[in-house]
């Protein structure tokens, strides 16, 4: 059977939510151990796969010259924003933390004014505000910070994953390669833990140990899906279809926790994929006109 090339894209985005949800299960199957732990072990795995797809490319080892700064940038945001988002994924429903996650587009795009001077059109302005209502919907603040403080984590995470894909969108710009961006934040962020768990590592048992693995094999999984997805087809065509994340999220958090979302988790999620769904729309048709 022949497939379109937008048909393949679109599994192989399906995959790669499938992937990152099956991740953020693996981290949390593999208990109580500090987010910094976790996300060491999942770096390294993803350190390697970007090490032996950049041992066959031309260019080696080297950043282009000027690129240093962004790529220092693009490491430490993104080492901050896994280790909230494994923080928010040991404390909240697996739901909740992946559409927290999931609001890195919307800090993208402020991030992108701010830093790369791209104007935002008004009907961003309003995505970015209705998302956040969203997101109060999943947050729900209160005084009660046993509840209120993994969330906020989560979503402190999302924003540090949009300010991290905006400065991979400035250094793809730049000429850099996304198997060294990659290879660079991994690395960076593994070195960046290593003195915290020479000091403060717990020990693990062997099924902690294959969790942490497997977690970061479908990281990787996950990486080289979306990447592949993208190759077949533009993102104005496929990717709405990443926020299946979600739905993949919910599905294994019933299954192997007995998580069920709450009625404004729920309302949280229609509202942001609603808005998402039709920023998607209106970015599709302005290409068209």
């Known amino acids: 059977m022949n497939l379109s090339k937008k048909t393949k894209g679109i599994l192989f985005i399906l995959c790669s939510a499938f992937c990152f949800a099956l991740m953020n299960a693996l981290v949390r199957l593999a ?10 072990f999942r770096n390294a795995v993803a350190f390697v796969f970007a090490l032996m797809v950049l ?18 940038i693009r490491a430490s945001f993104g080492t901050i924003g896994i280790l909230c988002n494994y923080y928010a994924v040991d404390h909240l ?13 919307f ?12 104007k935002v059109k008004p009907v961003q302005a309003i995505g970015i505000c209705t998302a956040f209502v969203g997101a109060l919907c999943i947050i729900k603040p209160s005084f009660n910070l046993t509840e209120f403080f993994p969330a906020l984590v989560g979503l402190c995470g999302g924003v540090c994953a949009g300010a991290a894909y905006t400065a991979v969108r400035a250094l793809s710009q730049r000429g850099e390669r996304g198997a060294y961006i990659v290879c660079f934040f991994s690395g960076f962020s ?21 969790a942490l693995l497997g977690a970061g094999l479908a990281a990787a999984g996950g990486q080289f899906s979306v990447t592949a997805a993208y190759a077949h087809a533009p993102a104005r065509e496929i990717s709405v279809f990443d926020y299946s994340q979600v ?17 404004l988790s729920v309302l949280g999620y229609c509202i942001i994929c609603g808005v998402s769904i039709a920023m998607f729309l209106y970015n599709r048709k302005q290409e068209t006109l």
């Not at 909740?96 to 890195?104: G, Q, V, Y």
């Not at 693990?204 to 140990?209: I, P, R």
Request: net charge neutral.
């Open 31 to 40: 208990g109580d151990l500090p987010s910094m732990q976790k996300s060491f």
């Open 55 to 72: 041992m066959r490319e031309q260019g080696g080892l080297k950043w282009r010259k000027g690129n240093l700064p962004l790529l220092i």
């Open 93 to 105: 429903l697996l739901s909740d933390a992946s559409m927290l996650n999931k609001l890195s587009p």
């Open 107 to 118: 800090a993208a795009i402020l991030f992108s004014f701010w830093f790369l001077h791209e």
């Open 190 to 210: 593994c070195l960046i833990l290593i003195p915290w768990l020479l000091f403060y590592a717990q020990p693990m048992t062997g099924f902690q140990l294959l």
């Open 247 to 263: 739905i993949f999220a919910a599905l294994l958090g019933f299954i192997l926790f007995d998580q069920i979302p709450d009625w």
